[in-house]
């Protein structure tokens, strides 16, 4: 059976329902209706991050048009919520509150970017910021954490930081976009506090781009590059010009390094500007035109 798409309009505007009159997108409010903390981690198990993988893999090769009941029954199985939305983009979102995570997918994307936001209710704005870039541009597909990263994890010690634990269904997500799009990028977005750097190019940065590792490879270069000669920022790279906030262990990065995929970019930003890229549009286009400057087949 067929689903009607829920406008965009209304997702941003929260509880799925368009008001009448409703005219522009209201990022903060879908902030709100994505951004309740899930009050538990519950890990997946290996058979249960196999179907997330598989449930990934499927919609990430189809079209908009596909016929996806099963892989929706797959998904919900997991405890991901559906959401067909208008221009081809759909929302599964976190249901039971066991931290899965939200996942914005735009099928019919003629880019190939992954953008990952794993500390959004730490991180202040990155939640929100990664909405808008999304919206703003073709991105294919945006990941959300759902649970804070100081979340007891259900069931064994440590707590539930995306971009610090293995076998996560952050993972699921990237072996399955890079199985589709070996030469896509994986860009993840962070926050820092200026001032509680140890290193005076760490105060002194507004941006900080790495690779995740201990060398600067092209596709982080290229973002950084784009950066400096275009926007108002002070950009530091890592490790050239600045020896700290590197990503160096950062899941996500490795794990791209044992597929043999080197287009990871990891972001730090001030607070200062995320909020000035939530608040100003021409800011926020600059950079996600920087960010399209990953743009592969």
């Known amino acids: 059976m067929a689903i009607k798409p829920i406008p965009l309009l209304a997702l941003l505007l929260g509880l799925w329902i368009t008001p009448v009159g409703a005219t522009s997108l209201d990022v903060e409010t879908i902030a709100t209706s994505l951004r309740q903390p899930a009050q538990h981690y519950r890990p997946l198990s290996a058979s249960q ?10 919609l990430l090769r189809a079209d908009a048009d596909s016929d996806t009941a099963a892989v929706r029954q797959s998904l919900e199985a997991l405890g991901l919520r559906w959401h067909a939305l208008d221009d081809g983009v759909l929302l599964l979102s976190d249901a039971e509150g066991n931290g899965i995570g939200h996942y914005l997918i735009r099928r019919n994307a003629s880019s190939s970017l992954l953008l990952q936001a794993p500390h959004q209710f730490y991180d202040r704005h990155t939640g929100e910021l990664a909405i808008e870039l999304f919206r703003n541009g073709d991105m294919a597909v945006l990941a959300l954490n759902s649970a804070h990263r100081r979340t007891a994890i259900d069931g064994r010690s440590g707590h539930a930081d995306i971009a610090h634990l293995n076998d996560t269904p952050f993972a699921a997500l990237t072996r399955a976009f890079v199985r589709h799009h070996p030469q896509g990028s994986v860009v993840q977005l962070h926050g820092f506090a200026a001032d509680k750097r140890t290193s005076a190019a760490g105060r002194s940065a507004d941006i900080i781009v790495s690779s995740g590792q201990r060398w600067l490879l092209p596709a982080a270069q290229e973002v950084a590059s784009c ?7 002070q950009v530091r790279r890592y490790p050239l010009e600045v020896g700290e906030l590197g990503g160096t262990t950062n899941t996500q990065g490795a794990l791209l390094r044992q597929l043999g995929h080197g287009r990871f970019v990891h972001l730090e930003l001030a607070r200062e500007v995320r909020e000035r890229l939530r608040s100003d549009p021409q800011t926020r286009s600059l950079f996600n035109t920087c960010l399209h400057r990953l743009e592969g087949p």
């Open 49 to 58: 991050l196999a179907q997330l993988e598989q449930g990934f893999d499927a």
């Open 227 to 233: 950066l400096m000669e275009n926007g108002p920022w």
